[in-house]
């Protein structure tokens, strides 16, 4: 095999190695992406059944129910929206009322979100972007971070209880 | 005072640094000896000087001095030793200074043990390392001080996460930096021999023994993390696709190829300008790796809290690095043409498809992986990538590359023989395809592609065995003469033996894990039972518990099958300090499977006391982790091999590796 032969097999089968991947990573995709929302979004949006989406928000206070068996409910908000969410499983350590938390799964009919996972963090100070982000967008950061953020339907304010010194 | 020791010592080390840099690549454009000889000791100095800054940060932290910053928010005085030791990387700050004494370490064992290498060679080589020094030196002193002190200092420390108080852990990360910060010896070389113009054999393997000890390293890193994760985190799983893991996976992958490719320079003296390129993109890879970690820029569920400032500051390294090196790449490659030529068919091609297909697989995993970030640039909404799209682009190009491995190591240099290597194969292909009949027999109601798993899993090991028989020409020649061949076999002869048995070890875990997993959600009231692949499951009590740092409530549950009995341990911890819960898995392992079960949140509404419970049955998984510490003991077995030690200039260097293992152990 010559040098030019070489060459010339080296690029078409780089070329076919690239064409392949672009089609498989085309495909693939679209099956896998996964939209993040926040509260307000899906309240106002109507998505379809089958679509997998990400919300995320801060956990409603009170709004955590455990006891019917494996099945657990709880509501995210942003301060502007409030999804009710249904997950059966066991929790993340880290689940707490008035903490931030992104769950990831799909609404039924009736506006109740049937979450197949809910995102586990590993420290009390970290904030997933997203909820941050849908925080910010619904006017409730400055609250969040002062610490002076109401998270219930009640008047009781809950202040960010834990991590900071 | 200690600590102000410490901050100067570090100070100092950039100013190494600085002339480790500066001098040796200047000597070495002029050719001017002297400044050229300044390499050496300038990285000595560099790595003695961070190793003090180090120790000073480690003795803060055995001490309890919580007038350190670093300390008092990561530490308590109530923490086991272990952890005491381990909270030194386990926050940003500490841990970017592990990363720069890995790389400092690194830099002084090239320098110390490298007395045969070419002189010119050597000093740009370090100049390229001190250079790398120098930014991530300075990238602590200015957003990451570890001896920022605190006045008044804490009566006490806000200790670590939970999380990371285990063993496992401990030593994740010093592992996982071993094999990042190891990759750039080879980046320097390469640099080095870019600016010289000169890539041949000699340089191949003055370099081989660094990467190999990176790759090893990186790969127990990568086991040992995602063990963690499947028995810290309680979810069973032991891959999550995660961006985190991806970040250490890709510079796997294309370190995988990198030693595959660097073979065909030293054998052959071909693919030179390509073993460069992957050179340059495994280092890349790893400082890409430390910037996803250390920025927080994607959700990841390892992602802890960070500071945005920190990660352009890493951005701005990744930039100047990636993109210097690649436009001198561009630059001086065409200079590197020629070399050997070769067939298609021969074990140069076959090296050659098996970078072609593990580039491709970390293409695509770095596509999926900051795909996300690109959208979110362009205001185009927020997504995520699901594992979906990771099994099946990874997987598209792992099947052929894991059916070709047995091929390769048994086509000849430059021109092989295609049907020849069939012919020497096909019993291994029988038992392979044997295998795949009888598991097919077996779980005639499974889905048949883990049949096909299974088959692919016991070609690649017999494939191995196969090969490794080839060679000594078991049973073909008398017994004492195969005896001999077996004794004189090079160690890295058996380091490919044992790595591709690792891989088809793994790939056991993984079809098991993947086609034949149980798990079951349940409400457990005391005495009750489960039954679980098998198993009898029952919850026998639940109990108070009170550990050296944490309280909590520890669930029995009784595991029995047959005549087997066995209590199973799974906890909820609240650390003391903290507040935090954690919660650790009741595990039992065996060769065939591990049972595996959590125990939940107590029942609020019902009468008698009662737990939520998740168990799993996880098939082979061990078998994941432990192909991955069979692939290691190849890799560290080939470290011995001889031509690192034959003749004067690799004398001193096969010695160099078990200490630059020991240095990040």
Redesign the interface.
Same mark, same amino acid.
């Given at each position: +095999?010559?040098?030019k032969q070489?060459r010339t097999?080296f690029v078409v $089968? =780089?070329v076919t /190695?690239l064409a /392949?991947?672009t089609l #498989?990573?085309l $495909?693939? +995709?679209r099956? $896998?992406? /996964?939209?993040?929302h926040s509260p307000t979004e899906v309240a106002a949006a109507s998505f379809k059944i089958e679509d997998?989406i990400?919300i995320g928000g801060l956990v409603a206070t009170d709004s955590v129910q455990?006891? =019917?068996?494996?099945t657990?409910f709880f509501s995210v908000t942003d301060m502007e929206a409030t999804i009710p969410v249904e997950f059966?499983?066991? #929790?993340p350590? #880290?689940f707490r009322e008035g903490q931030g938390v /992104?769950v990831?799964g799909t609404l039924d009919g009736s506006g109740t979100f049937i979450a197949k996972s809910v #995102?586990?963090?590993?420290?009390?100070?970290?904030m997933?972007?997203?909820v941050a982000?849908a925080l910010k967008k619904s006017g409730a950061w400055e609250e969040y971070q002062d610490g002076t953020m109401d998270t219930s339907d009640g008047p009781t304010a809950r202040s960010k209880s834990?991590?900071e $010194? | 005072m200690i600590s102000e020791i410490g901050h100067f010592a570090l100070a100092l080390a950039v100013m190494v640094a600085l002339l480790q840099a500066a001098l040796p690549l200047i000597g070495a454009a002029k050719g001017n000896r002297a400044l050229m000889e300044l390499a050496v000791p300038t990285a000595l100095a560099q790595a003695l000087l961070v190793l003090i800054a180090f120790l000073a940060l480690m003795y803060a932290f055995v001490t309890s001095d919580f007038s350190v910053e670093a300390v008092a928010h990561y530490s308590h005085t109530t923490k086991p030793l272990l952890y005491k030791i381990s909270g030194v990387w386990g926050n940003h700050e500490g841990s970017m200074l592990l990363w720069a004494l890995i790389l400092a370490l690194f830099g002084g064992s090239v320098a110390f043990f490298g007395k045969n290498l070419p002189l010119v060679l050597k000093a740009r080589a370090l100049g390229v390392q001190g250079l790398l020094g120098v930014s991530f030196l300075l990238f602590i002193l200015f957003t990451s001080n570890p001896f920022q002190r605190l006045f008044p200092a804490w009566p006490n420390g806000n200790d670590l996460n939970p999380l990371l108080q285990d063993p496992g852990l401990a030593f994740h990360p010093p592992l996982l930096y071993g094999g990042y910060v190891g990759f750039s010896v080879a980046f320097s070389f390469a640099i080095a021999a870019l600016i010289g113009g000169k890539v041949d054999a000699a340089w191949a393997r003055w370099v081989r023994p660094w990467t190999l000890a990176a790759w090893v390293m990186l790969t127990l890193g990568i086991a040992l993390g995602s063990y963690w994760a499947y028995y810290e985190l309680g979810w069973g799983g032991w891959w999550f696709w995660d961006p985190v893991e991806n970040a250490s996976l890709m510079p796997w992958l294309v370190g995988t190829a990198l030693l595959h490719s660097s073979i065909v320079v030293e054998k052959r003296n071909a693919l030179r300008a390509w073993t460069i390129l992957l050179a340059i993109l495994t280092f890349s890879l790893s400082l890409l790796g430390t910037f996803l970690v250390r920025s927080g820029v994607l959700t990841s569920v390892h992602a802890f809290a960070v500071d945005p400032a920190r990660g352009i500051f890493i951005l701005a390294i990744l930039i100047l690095v990636i993109g210097g090196s690649l436009a001198l790449f561009a630059w001086r490659a065409p200079s590197l043409k020629g070399g050997g030529l070769f067939a298609p068919v021969s074990r140069e091609g076959a090296l050659l498809i098996n970078n072609v297909l593990l580039t491709a697989a970390a293409g695509m995993v770095l596509v999926g992986t900051l795909y996300p970030l690109v959208l979110e640039s362009l205001n185009a909404g927020k997504i995520s990538v699901g594992a979906p799209y990771f099994n099946m682009t990874f997987g598209v190009p792992m099947i052929p590359l894991l059916l070709l491995v047995p091929f390769g190591p048994i086509l000849a240099w430059k021109r092989g023989d295609a049907l020849g290597a069939v012919q020497r194969l096909y019993v291994a292909a029988g038992l392979a395809v044997l295998v795949l009949l009888v598991t097919l027999a077996l779980t005639f109601d499974g889905p048949w592609l883990a049949a096909l798993g299974i088959g692919l899993a016991s070609w690649l090991m017999v494939g191995a065995i196969w090969e490794w028989a080839e060679r000594v020409r078991l049973f073909r020649v008398p017994l004492a003469q195969s005896w001999r061949r077996i004794r004189g076999l090079s160690a890295s002869a058996y380091g490919a033996t044992f790595g591709h048995f690792g891989v088809g070890l793994t790939v056991l875990g993984i079809v098991g894990m993947t086609a034949w997993r149980t798990e079951i959600i349940t409400v457990l009231e005391l005495g009750e039972s489960r039954e679980l692949a098998g198993f009898t499951v029952t919850l026998k009590s639940v109990e108070d518990l009170a550990g050296y740092n944490y309280d909590g409530e520890s669930g029995i549950f009784e595991v029995s099958k047959g005549r087997m009995t066995q209590n199973l341990q799974s906890e909820h911890r609240i650390y003391r300090v903290t507040g935090q819960p954690t919660t650790e898995v009741g595990l039992r392992t065996t060769p065939l499977g591990d049972l595996y079960v959590v125990l939940g949140d107590p029942q609020e509404n019902s009468e008698r006391p009662a737990w939520v419970a998740r168990m799993y049955y996880n098939p082979l998984v061990s078998w994941i982790w432990l192909g991955a510490l069979v692939m290691a003991f190849g890799g560290g077995l080939s470290l011995f091999d001889r031509r690192f030690r034959v003749g004067a200039p690799q004398k001193a260097r096969a010695k160099t590796v078990p200490e630059a293992q020991g240095v990040s152990a």
């Open positions: +095999m010559t040098r070489r097999t $089968s =780089g /190695v /392949v991947a #498989l990573i $495909s693939a +995709m099956d $896998s992406i /996964v939209y993040f997998t990400r455990r006891g =019917g068996g494996e657990i059966t499983g066991i #929790l350590d #880290l /992104v990831e #995102l586990a963090k590993h420290d009390e100070n970290y997933p972007p997203e982000d834990d991590g $010194s | -």
